[in-house]
T-cell receptor
């Protein structure tokens, strides 16, 4: 149980284009989903927290107009990187917290974004 | 602000060696503490957790004790296996609110036969 998927697992795009990453909780309902960014050999940095049906809460220094987050249902959140640039290349990871309200987050396998 | 500090890696051990990965934290209040593991090519998995002082989390032979007096949550295993090779992340969060996780930098463990 408690499986979280991400799609795509890898994406390569040209500079200036937009990329959408999906995060799904497969066997539970997630009231809260989190989006992280992980640089090579570094830790995960929280970008934003999204709650179903409301606007995401962004961490300081994260551009909300560049990283659009939508949490349209209890099983799906999307992250759209708009007008991507090479410096946006990174590993993006989502996690989901169960509707049951435990403090455990379940992580997706991550999406490797490369912007050329 | 709240933060987590882990020992730098990589840690290289022979199979059946004893493992310790140090983790200390700085927090206002009393957080829950976690160890996550990331195997090559996979997402993070919760390894163990402790929610209050003196609690011991354990799983798959790994243990960690929540020490409030030293603000530490060191990860230990008595006998590591090659399959334990992974990156280990220490993290904290506070109950209530959105339970935002704050991660340490991660420690890479390599176990050789």
């Amino acid at each position: 149980g408690a499986v979280v998927s991400q799609h795509p697992s890898r994406v390569i795009c040209k500079s200036g284009t937009s990329v959408k990453i999906e995060c799904r909780s497969l066997d539970f309902q997630a009231t809260t989903m989190f989006w992280y960014r992980q640089f090579p050999k570094q830790s995960l940095m929280l970008m934003a927290t999204s709650n179903e049906g409301s606007k995401a809460t962004y961490e300081q220094g994260v551009e909300k107009d560049k990283f659009l987050i939508n949490h349209a249902s209890l099983t799906l959140s999307t992250l759209t990187v708009t007008s991507a640039h090479p410096e946006d290349s990174s590993f993006y990871i989502c996690s989901a917290r169960s509707q049951l309200g435990t403090d455990t987050q379940y992580f997706g396998p991550g999406t490797r974004l490369t912007v050329l | 602000g709240d933060s987590v500090t882990q020992m730098e890696g990589p840690v290289t051990l022979s199979e059946e060696a004893f493992l310790t990965i140090n983790c200390t934290y700085t927090a206002t209040g009393y957080p829950s503490l976690f160890w996550y593991v990331q195997y090559p090519g996979e997402g993070l998995q919760l390894l163990l957790k402790a929610t209050k002082a003196d609690d011991k989390g354990s799983n798959k032979g790994f243990e960690a004790t929540y020490r409030k007096e030293t603000t530490s949550f060191h990860l230990e295993k008595g006998s590591v296996q090659v399959s334990d090779s992974a990156v280990y992340f220490c993290a904290l969060s506070f109950s209530g609110g959105y339970n935002k996780l704050i991660f340490g930098a991660g420690t890479r463990l390599a176990v050789h036969p």
